[in-house]
């Protein structure tokens, strides 16, 4: 099983910064992509933003060029840091991998615990 732990998230004023930090562990063979997911009160989870293995980067369109997505692979970390954020960004922030645990092994989707952010105004 692939763990992913993440951490960061907390309660900030309208403007304010948070970096989210998501640290895969068990028994992994290769990580492809890594990202950040979030799903608001009564709404659906959506994609924050994605990062490749090789480092190409996706961002939703509501991010708006507040967010950056950035990786470690010695770590197996993600990280999302985010600036400018509004009330609407409060949201349980989840961490999403797809990985193999052995060579030539099936790919798996693994996701995190999620984390509580809250923007207040």
């Known amino acids: 099983q692939v763990q992913l732990v993440e951490s960061g998230g907390g309660l900030v004023q309208v403007g304010g910064s948070l970096r989210l930090s998501c640290a895969a562990s068990?028994?992994?063979?290769?990580?492809?992509?890594m990202a950040w997911y979030r799903q608001p009160p009564g709404k659906e989870r959506e994609l924050v933003a994605s990062v490749a293995s090789g480092g190409t980067t996706t961002y939703a369109d509501f991010v708006q060029g507040r967010f950056t997505i950035s990786r470690d692979n010695a770590k197996n970390t993600v990280y999302l840091q985010m600036s400018s954020l509004k009330p609407e960004d409060t949201s349980v922030y989840y961490c999403?991998?797809?990985?193999?645990?052995?060579?030539?092994?099936?790919?798996?989707?693994?996701w995190g615990q999620g984390t509580q952010v809250t923007v207040s105004s």
């Open positions: 068990g028994i992994i063979f290769s990580i492809n992509n």
């Open positions: 999403y991998t797809t990985a193999a645990r052995r060579p030539n092994g099936p790919v798996n989707a693994f």
